[in-house]
């Protein structure tokens, strides 16, 4: 390639906004003529050629922040208006377009820092798991402590034989992304640790200790195989940008740019930070009212209606309409950075929810009204409107933990909360809606992704050169036109072969084939090899709306049904079905976003790999490790159904009570002329649903029904299923002064400050939730709750009723 510099991407620096590039200065020209570069009487709009200027000689590090002169002109002749109106190429404006290829990540102080946050986020994300509060370690908490690591060990002198290990040279972007991307790796607790963990509590065999941790690690694995396989079209293309990405981005660009340069976004990421990191303390320990301010519950507090439709400061309180928050620990970041596309279709489905929950219930369908309106658990039959009786649903298994239909017909069939039920119908619409959705508008796309099963593809491996994967992939100048600016400057590395993530790929079924037998787990090698179709099927769909709409669609449900009608009657299969089945998929898409991620920093494509494989087999130990640990210690308190203010197997109860109910009772629940028969026929009605909105946009293409996705509205109309829902309003104020009034008008300041903002008030809200986990919360085993007043009230902290049933 030749060396060229390409304009300024992001908000213009000054000067001549095209030839303006991001070293510090002003302007290009002023960095050119610094480099020795006087000669630049031609201005090219958006690239100057510095070799023709310079005779080739131009630094190493300018040199390969180039791409051609006649590739795609970023920015040219547009506004920053014009820049903003493009969701699917925002990260070209918001993010810098450049690299330095001598920054090496592949320092001791990576690995020292890397393995040793590995080894932090996996055993907190594992005890998380067992507590009675959930803390998720995001990616800004990670940035934030692993940078200060960095600059702390930067004290180390240089001289010495520890300084020239962990203090080499100032700590560089890409340093910090490999050690995020490998400690953010690790964070996630493995949902094989929630198998094995309900296999030791409620099943007679566990497996041993090798067979559970090779069963986490391949669990784990399979996905990233899966998709590394599909990098080229879920991860290359400028349209799949992963909105999540952009504000960690911002803040790596943010924390390691030349100060001179990036001094107004670190004012803005430090008082953002700062700021949310006092503020919590209010509404998160000393005046919890502000999570949930509702007039109408205020005004009314005797009415269960008003407590259903107002409500929603408490866990499965109510639908929180009308409620303000003013934690931004329940608002979340994603309110400043999904885009406004996506924003909308949520709102849509919001509104949807509403009458839907409210006329699901009030009509009394599925006998609403004599279980609670809000909650996740089976009940019995004999429940009614006064008293909720759960679901005793160890009394229908027999001794190996499979269905007995004789001791079934005693208890009798359980139900679901009405809401409970529309939420996973309208679930399993969202899931075939997404493929109808993406076959439609993003056929292209798909279609190239199966490019490789043409005869013609499968012709060309049998030729010799294909063979030859050593050898670095020579591309046409209209191939470099086409190709996304932050990928081109990739091409200076040598990407991860395929055969790479074939290798895990195959490994990991091999390993995981021979586990599901080990673990007695009654799942057939065929439901196997099934649960991996279905998974590298939804990977590509689930993983295409993830990189266009920042939306991730939960494929459980539609994965556990198909488990059930494959084997049914057995509850511990329908485990292990899902955790291939669906497990797979949510790993594919955070090696998607991880990939995405490593391409913005450019960091080379071998080190993301190494990274995220490494972060995985951390993990995958210490999961185990904690998991054996704490149901070992801790088994009484996790079965029992209050636990205790440190230790809760709610969640683990949770997810053997859905194992319970699709692997053992689908037939009794779901089959034609049940109760919930319906909720299958959601994946019918998905199918079909997305095509009337077609058809409207093809006809009248100027009106804007394109913007409408049925897929994403659909899973909405379950969205207020659980939780504290009082944050909504909130959400969509902040979303719509970020995504409409900001990206509308104020797009130089939404460019350049958004993300970072973003980042700031993330960072700041996950530190301080971490540490009034173990200074008040009792995550250190002994709480200290505050005072109690008319702010800190004992009931629901909006004062609204308490239904009576629940006592």
């Not at 090219?44 to 795609?72: F, L, M, P």
């Not at 885009?339 to 599925?366: A, H, S």
């Not at 951390?618 to 904690?626: A, M, P, R, T």
């Not at 973003?758 to 995550?779: E, H, N, R």
Request: glycine share 8%.
């Amino acid at each position: 390639m030749d060396s060229r510099i390409p304009g300024q991407v992001g908000a213009p620096l000054g000067g001549d906004p095209q030839l303006a590039f991001n070293t510090g200065h002003s302007t290009g020209i002023e960095a050119l003529e610094e480099l020795g570069v006087h000669d630049v009487s031609e201005k090219r709009t958006g690239y100057v050629t510095a070799a023709e200027k310079n005779d080739g000689n131009i630094n190493d590090q300018i040199r390969h922040i180039a791409t051609d002169e006649e590739s795609i002109d970023i920015g040219k002749g547009m506004t920053a208006s014009e820049k903003v109106d493009n969701p699917e190429e925002i990260a070209l404006y918001a993010l810098h377009v450049e690299d330095d290829p001598s920054l090496n990540p592949w320092t001791m102080r990576t690995w020292f820092l890397g393995l040793g946050l590995s080894c932090f986020s996996s055993v907190l994300a594992t005890i998380y798991q067992y507590k009675p509060q959930g803390i998720v370690l995001s990616a800004t908490f990670l940035c934030v402590v692993s940078y200060v690591l960095a600059r702390i060990l930067e004290f180390i002198p240089k001289s010495g034989f520890i300084g020239r290990w962990l203090n080499p040279h100032a700590f560089n972007h890409k340093e910090h992304a490999a050690i995020l991307i490998m400690s953010s790796t690790a964070a996630r607790s493995a949902m094989a640790a929630e198998v094995i963990a309900v296999q030791r509590l409620w099943y007679t065999e566990t497996p041993n200790a090798a067979v559970c941790i090779f069963l986490i690690f391949s669990s784990q694995a399979l996905g990233y195989g899966i998709a590394g396989l599909l990098r080229k079209v879920l991860v290359y293309p400028t349209k799949f940008f992963y909105p999540a990405n952009l504000p960690i981005m911002s803040l790596l660009e943010t924390l390691h740019r030349k100060r001179e340069s990036t001094k107004p976004q670190l004012k803005v990421f430090y008082w953002a930070f700062g700021l949310i990191f006092v503020w919590e303390l209010v509404p998160e320990y000393m005046m919890p009212i502000l999570t949930a301010v509702n007039v109408f519950c205020l005004a009314k507090r005797n009415s269960m209606v008003f407590s259903r439709l107002f409500g929603g400061g408490n866990g499965n309180e109510g639908l929180g309409f009308l409620s303000l928050c003013f934690d931004f620990q329940y608002i979340g970041s994603s309110a400043l950075y999904l885009p406004l596309k996506t924003q909308f279709n949520t709102f849509v489905g919001y509104v949807l929810c509403l009458g839907t929950f409210m006329g699901v219930y009030y009509g009394n369908i599925w006998r609403a009204k004599d279980f609670p309106f809000l909650s996740q658990l089976l009940f019995s039959p004999q429940s009614n409107s006064t008293a909720y009786i759960t679901f005793n649903q160890t009394a229908v298994l027999d001794a190996n933990g499979k269905l007995d239909e004789a001791k079934l017909a005693v208890e009798g069939v359980p139900y679901m909360a009405a809401t409970f039920a529309a939420y996973v119908l309208t679930q399993n619409l969202a899931i075939t809606a997404t493929i109808t959705h993406l076959c439609l508008y993003n056929w292209d796309d798909l279609k190239s992704s199966w490019a490789f099963l043409s005869p013609s593809s499968l012709k060309s491996l049998l030729k010799p050169s294909a063979w030859k994967f050593w050898k670095q992939v020579e591309h046409t100048e209209e191939q470099l036109d086409e190709m996304d600016p932050h990928y081109k400057l990739m091409l200076n590395y040598n990407d991860a072969p395929d055969w790479w993530y074939g290798l895990v790929f195959l490994a990991s079924g091999v390993v995981g084939l021979i586990c599901i037998y080990e673990a007695n787990s009654g799942m057939s090698w065929w439901a196997f090899i099934i649960a991996t179709i279905l998974a590298s099927i939804l990977v590509l769909f689930m993983g295409a709306q993830f990189g266009l709409t920042g939306f991730s669609l939960p494929v459980q449900p539609i994965i556990q049904m198909i488990g059930a009608y494959l084997e049914p009657g057995n509850p511990l299969t329908n485990m292990y079905f899902t955790l291939y089945g669906y497990n797979t998929v949510g790993q594919g898409l955070v090696l998607l976003q991880d990939l995405k991620l490593g391409q913005y920093a450019k960091l080379s494509p071998k080190c993301t790999f190494v990274m995220q494989m490494i972060g995985t087999l951390v993990g995958s130990i210490l999961n185990y490790v904690i998991t054996l640990t704490i149901t070992t210690n801790q088994r009484e308190i996790l079965l029992s159904i209050e636990g205790t203010h440190i230790w809760s197997g709610a969640g683990l109860q949770s997810f053997n009570t859905q194992a319970i109910t699709w692997g053992g009772l689908a037939k009794q629940m779901y089959s034609t002329g049940s109760t919930y028969q319906w909720v299958p026929l959601g994946l019918v009605i998905g199918f079909v649903a997305p095509v009337p909105i077609y058809v409207l946009h093809r006809f009248f293409p100027k009106v804007g029904f394109n913007y409408l996705n049925v897929s994403i509205i659909a899973w909405h109309i379950g969205w207020l299923v659980t939780g504290i829902n009082s944050a909504i309003i909130s959400f969509f104020l902040v979303a719509f002064w970020s995504q409409f009034y900001l990206r509308r008008y104020k797009p130089d300041w939404f460019l350049k400050f958004n993300y970072v903002l973003c980042a700031g008030l993330d960072g700041g809200t996950q530190v301080i939730v971490f540490i009034m986990s173990f200074a008040f919360a009792g995550a250190s085993g002994k709480p200290v709750p505050f005072p109690t007043y008319w702010g800190n009230n004992g009931g629901n902290i909006d004062f609204c009723m308490v239904d009576p049933a629940n006592g």
